[in-house]
């Protein structure tokens, strides 16, 4: 089977995790800091929050700038849930907003017309949640205008986009956002197991984040309520979880990190092998515009004839090319539909949905794997 993403350890990135388990810190030791560090230095942001699942740290950062019942948040239909349940664990209502079709991201037209709408309604998100769909970077800039008219704050979704960058800046650097969110799940650009890690420019923030991703708890003696007892004194000021990430986790991710850019390459090369393999085919290749750098976490196509996209698919998988569609749009999934969203209400994405196959893509691939997965992809578009 060629899978649609794979991970790359080699054998420093053992070593590394080795050395953690010959040492006196499994967890909450010197390691973690240094990968928060070094994430956050790479992004261009002034902090970095590393957590066990990037689904923590957008719960944590939603949590950070206080959405609650009552809130709003909005963000994109095409996304894994995760982008919306965000919302949903803090009691919060959610909502979407349709996407560019060219794209795949939030697209900033549609949001312009939803805020508009909303406020005759009286009824703003307090958060959105644009997703960096494949690795490419949102329009930030126009969807940050927006959002700062409104006084809305954002959460960029960069799970796919760690590489990426929009002009000069990285994304994570927190320009036109108030936080960022990194996944590191196996099949993501760099990986640490599991694990996610939010950046932000905002001390307050931060702290914020730290807290609640182990039970609310402080030891930073700046942040107390009244005096402390002794060294050992501790405060809880929040209702926290413990969505701590271990050293060991935290010690993959330093070692792939000295790759990313490299990695990143190497899924622009075999993107560019792509292009010119299906150049020629009745699909629509993924978009790469001027001014965005994408991580390229996924290579999507999508079929012109929707109806062919469930034969094409088996045919591929039977073929052992393990395809994948990146994703159901969240509206529709039965959760969605009970707290009243309906289908039939976002165009593009749901025109997308029925198109789209996601090929396989990870550094380690071969041209001949490509080859195949061509040939193969081509020969199943015959009837």
């Known amino acids: ?22 040492s006196d810190f499994l967890t909450q ?29 957008l719960h944590i950062a939603c949590l950070a700038l206080e959405l609650g019942p009552g809130d709003l948040l909005w963000t994109s239909p095409i996304t894994f849930v995760a982008s919306a349940n965000c919302g949903r664990y803090c009691g919060a209502d ?25 406020k005759e309604t009286g009824r703003l998100p307090k958060v959105i ?32 986009a760690i590489g990426g960058r929009f002009g000069r800046r990285s994304v994570g650097a927190c320009e036109y956002s108030d936080i960022t969110v990194f996944s590191f799940h196996p099949v993501k650009i760099i990986t640490t197991a599991e694990g996610g890690l939010a950046t932000t420019n905002d001390e307050g923030l931060a702290q914020a984040m730290q807290r609640r991703r182990s039970h609310g708890i402080t030891r930073d003696t700046s942040q107390f309520v009244g005096n402390s ?9 929040d209702l926290g979880m413990n969505y701590r990430m271990s050293e060991m986790h935290a010690a993959l991710g330093l070692s792939q990190l000295g790759r990313l850019d490299s990695y990143v390459a190497r899924r622009h090369a075999i993107a560019d092998l792509y292009d010119e393999l299906l150049a020629d085919l009745p699909i629509d290749l993924p978009t790469r515009p001027d001014g965005s750098y994408s991580a390229l ?38 959760y969605y539909r009970k707290h009243g969203h309906a289908e039939s209400v976002f165009p593009a994405a749901e025109d997308y949905y029925t198109r789209a196959i996601s090929l396989p893509m990870f550094p380690t691939m071969t041209s001949e794997e490509q080859s195949f997965v061509a040939s193969t992809f081509r020969a199943s578009l015959k009837q």
């Open 1 to 22: 089977m060629i899978p649609y993403g794979k991970q790359d350890v080699t054998d420093g990135d053992i070593e590394a995790v080795i050395q953690v388990l010959k």
């Open 297 to 334: 976490h996924l290579y999507i196509v999508r079929l012109r004839n929707a109806g062919l996209r469930s034969e094409v698919f088996e045919k591929l998988r039977a073929a052992q090319i393990g395809v994948n569609v990146h994703y159901i749009p969240v509206h529709t999934q039965p």
């Open 229 to 237: 007892d002794g060294t050992w004194y501790y405060q809880q000021l």
């Open 29 to 57: 030791g010197p390691l973690v800091p240094q990968f928060e560090t070094a994430i956050a230095k790479y992004c261009g942001a002034q902090h970095g929050v590393a957590v066990n699942s990037a689904t923590s740290a």
């Open 94 to 118: 959610v909502d979407f907003v349709d996407i560019d079709p060219q794209t795949l991201n939030m697209c900033p037209q549609a949001l312009e017309r939803k805020l508009a709408e909303s």
């Open 129 to 160: 949640v644009p997703v960096h769909m494949s690795g490419l970077p949102c329009q930030m800039e126009a969807i940050h205008s927006l959002a700062s008219a409104y006084g809305i704050k954002i959460i960029e979704d960069a799970s796919h």
